[in-house]
């Protein structure tokens, strides 16, 4: 696979919720919809799969990647090897600098989980389309009404399920803002993502970010002394599932559509993982979702469609 360059110059605007490019991985809008698809059923097994795996959140975070790291490596060095030759430092460490946003995100939302309430937690980890989309604006992209109407409504349909309550405790707030910064690091780790990712192919750049967000984690595990190993063997195939569902069906495919659908469909999209996690959870682990889980995700369906509609607007226009 050759890398392609972009034009001189400089790269060709987009709008808001990243049109349809010529790049590596770009397909039609329903191939991308449908991976998206398959992407959030992905990544909504991480959180039923980590609270049912006996290791330390941090660990599962590191180890979610190094086990990544280990499958994708072989498929780059033989299918990609003349494109990792063939990338730039730019694109390099554009990809570096996304492994340590997408460290930044998990080093930051999972200690949340134990600080404030689980509600509260995912609420504002998920302010994630929110902040993608003021960085765009701050980048020049100008957002329509309907993205901010769509976004609205998708994140409205989150705090109906979540319930959301914040506490006035010293330690519930810094949870909370733990949450709310791993929200707009994993903005960050998007876009960052969105624009390497219209050059280089999805498996080049999760293994360079992957590897990189490995090595971010393992410093921050070894200096906080977490226990990175005596699992027991059910313990290490539940980290294999995950590593499997959430972070190579879940995370790489999120990286493979967000160069055609762009970065704000994306993570909106990605707020489906709430009501997804809450089903799964309902029909593997026995807890079974409160009543406002269907409307909920009904709520945020209708908003992810008012996103993608101006997406194809913007792209027909």
Known sequence: MRLRSAKPGGLAPRSATGAAVAGTGGGPVSLDLTLLGVAIAGISLSAPLIAATAAPALAVALWRNVLAVGVL?????????????????REVGLSAAAGMLLALHFGLWLPSLHMTSVSSSIALATTTPIWTTVLLRLRGHRSSGLVWAGITVAFLGVLLLTGVDLSLSPRAL??????????MAGAGYMLVGAEVRRTVSTTAYTCVCYATAAAALLVVCLIAGVRLGGYSGETWLKLAVLTLTAQLLGHSLLNRVVQGLGPA?????ILLETPGAALIAALWLGQHPPAAAYPALGIILLGLALVVLDGRGSRGG
């Open 174 to 183: 810094a949870g909370d803002a733990l949450a709310l910064a791993g929200g």
């Open 265 to 269: 469909v994306t993570s909106t999209g």
């Open 73 to 89: 490596t072989p498929v780059a060095l033989l299918r990609h090897r003349a494109e990792l030759r063939a990338t730039g430092a």
